[in-house]
């Protein structure tokens, strides 16, 4: 049985095929830009996923959609999505079943990477927290073995939990969420506001083959000891411990998964966030938890392949 899985992130698509074992067989990615409009997308993504069902000669059996913002997994609906031009009611699911002629099943993105953590992760357990660190924040739970989605598909919105009210406008609309200080776009706004001369910041840290001033480079420059870099990375840390130990008090996982692009410097920023959970007067639940960074890369799109081949098989 093989599965195909969409990761619609607000910067990149990701489209994979897996086995039921986790084993993937190909894979494509192109540019969100959303900014070029809803129908421009809804066409892009299709004609990806044909191509991506052709190369399997057929052997497709369903397609998961993890998809950054608010889900209404039943209706197969985006209905919320702050990321993406804050897109509204936008039908995912059933066009491009129509298309593929595929059983098709969308959730939040995070969700996906939590059902990924859970099938393929060693020891991911039963109760467990995937956050997705990207261009949004996001955040899916497994509790007793099971996606969890609340009573409306809405649950694990961790980004949007407020920690400093009345602070930084988020992409959402509102102010002091985690997002708008733990996302990749909070992230740089903060770097530049520190460092003084961006050009030489990035001939000094940057990757010589992707000269850019990003995150990657701004964990570069922070393991190099530069100041500016170090000092946005922890406040980075401690914002993400201010939203994540709200989570840990209401569900107490046994892990938290950190997965998505800015995970990648988890060294940079995760010192920070542990000092957080261990100032928590309610100390149990935070020296228990463990926190660990997914050794995939794609741990969105795995879990949305795996997660579809679930629910194909009706269980």
């Known amino acids: 049985m093989i599965g195909i899985g969409i990761d619609i992130g607000g910067t990149n ?5 897996f086995t039921a074992e986790g084993r993937q067989l190909a894979e494509s990615r192109f540019k969100t830009e959303s900014g070029r409009g809803r129908a421009d997308f809804l066409r892009r993504l299709t004609e990806a996923a044909r191509a991506l069902k052709g190369s399997l000669a057929g052997k497709a059996v369903s397609v998961g959609i993890g998809m950054a913002g608010d889900i209404d997994p039943d209706a197969g609906v985006a209905r919320f999505s702050p990321n993406l031009c804050g897109w509204r009611d936008l039908p995912v699911a059933g066009p491009l079943e129509k298309a593929l002629k595929l059983p098709c099943f969308i959730e939040n993105d995070a969700n996906m990477a939590a059902w990924g953590a859970y099938a393929a992760e060693p020891g991911a357990g ?4 995937a956050v997705t660190l990207g261009t949004g924040i996001g955040g899916g739970m497994i509790l007793n073995g099971k996606l969890y989605h609340g009573s409306h598909g809405s649950a694990g919105e961790i980004g949007h939990f407020i920690i400093r009210p009345g602070g930084a406008r988020c992409g959402c609309g509102r102010r ?16 530049r506001a520190r460092v003084k001369n961006e050009e030489a910041f990035v001939r000094k840290y940057a990757d010589p083959a992707r000269p850019r001033f990003n995150t990657v480079c701004l964990a570069r420059a922070a393991r190099a000891g530069n100041a500016a870099a170090k000092k946005v990375w922890r406040d980075m840390g401690e914002s993400l411990g201010m939203g994540l130990a709200g989570a840990v008090l209401l569900f107490d996982p046994e892990r938290i998964i950190l997965t998505g692009g800015v995970s990648r410097a988890a060294d940079c920023f995760l010192p920070a966030m542990k000092k957080v959970f261990a100032a928590q007067s309610i100390a149990t639940p935070f020296k228990r938890v463990k926190v660990k960074v997914s050794r995939s890369a794609d741990l969105g799109v795995m879990g949305a392949a795996l997660y579809g081949l679930h629910r194909a098989a009706g269980r």
Do not use: D, P, W
């Open 13 to 17: 698509v990701k489209l994979a095929a």
């Open 126 to 129: 039963g109760n467990a927290i």
């Open 176 to 191: 002091g969420c985690l997002e708008a200080y733990c996302g990749s776009g909070a992230v740089m706004a903060a770097a």
